[in-house]
C-alpha cells in the first residue's frame, strides 16, 4: 500500500465517522429505542452468554441482551450512537461494554461469542471477505451468527445518491460462505414485525441464522 493510499484510506474513514455522528446529532433520537424484531424472535431461546452488537447505535439491541442476562460488548463507529447508550444503561451496569471501533477494518477476538447479532449493518463487499470473515470467526464454538437487513426488494425502492445495495453483502451471501463447520438454521426473507423507520418502505427482512458446530 502507497503512501497516498493510507491517507486516502484514513480520509475515507474520517468521512465515514463523521457522517455516522452528523446524522446521530441531528435528531434527540434516531431509532425507536426498541429491540429488533428479529433479534428478539431469534434469540429468545438461546441461554445468555457472551454477545458482540456489531453496529449497536443507540443501544437497544444490547440493552435488552444485558437484561436477559447476557454479557455483552455493544461496538459502534459514532461516539455520539454510544453515549447515548451508555446514558441509557443504568439498570445493567457491568453487562454491557460499550467500544468504539470500526469492525470491517478492525476485527473482533476470535472465537470470543457465544452471540454476534448483525442487524442492519452496512458491511461492505471486499476482496477476500476480510471483515465478514473477521466477524464469522468472532463465533465461539457452538456460538450463534443472526445477519438481519433489509430485503432487497425494499432497499431498491428506496435507494439514497450513491448507495448500490449490490455493494453490500446480503445473508445469502454469507450463508454460501458457510462451510461444513456451520449449520445453517435460517436463511429467508420474512415480513417485519415491527414498524419501519419513518419516510421509508423497509416492510420485509432478510435473516440468516446459523450455527458453528461445536
Known amino acids: 500500500m502507497t503512501r497516498n493510499s493510507q491517507v486516502n484510506s484514513s480520509d475515507d474513514q ?113 476482496p477476500g471477505h476480510a471483515a465478514l470473515r473477521g466477524l464469522l470467526d468472532a463465533v465461539a ?7 438481519a437487513t433489509h430485503a432487497l426488494a425494499d432497499l431498491a425502492l428506496h435507494q439514497e445518491e450513491g448507495f448500490d445495495p449490490a455493494d453490500y453483502y446480503q445473508p445469502d451471501d454469507i450463508a454460501q460462505l458457510l462451510d461444513s463447520t456451520w449449520n445453517i438454521l435460517i436463511n429467508e426473507t420474512r415480513p417485519r414485525t415491527t414498524q419501519p423507520p419513518a419516510g421509508t418502505h423497509h416492510s420485509h427482512d432478510t435473516v440468516l441464522r446459523a450455527l458453528r458446530l461445536p
Open 14 to 126: 474520517y468521512d465515514v465517522v463523521q457522517r455516522w455522528d452528523e446524522m446521530y446529532r441531528s435528531r434527540d433520537r434516531i431509532f425507536s429505542g426498541n429491540p429488533n424484531g428479529v433479534l428478539v424472535a431469534e434469540t429468545i431461546d438461546l441461554p445468555p452468554g457472551q454477545a458482540l452488537d456489531v453496529g449497536c447505535g443507540e443501544g437497544a439491541d444490547a440493552l435488552w441482551l444485558a437484561r436477559r442476562g447476557w454479557q455483552v460488548t455493544a461496538v459502534d463507529i459514532s461516539e455520539i450512537a454510544l453515549q447515548r447508550a451508555a446514558a441509557a444503561a443504568t439498570d445493567v451496569e457491568g453487562r454491557v461494554a460499550w467500544a468504539r471501533a470500526d469492525l470491517t477494518t478492525t476485527p473482533p477476538p476470535a472465537g470470543a461469542f457465544d452471540l454476534v447479532s448483525v442487524h442492519y449493518f452496512p458491511l461492505k463487499r471486499q
Open 141 to 147: 464454538s457452538g456460538g450463534t451468527l443472526i445477519f
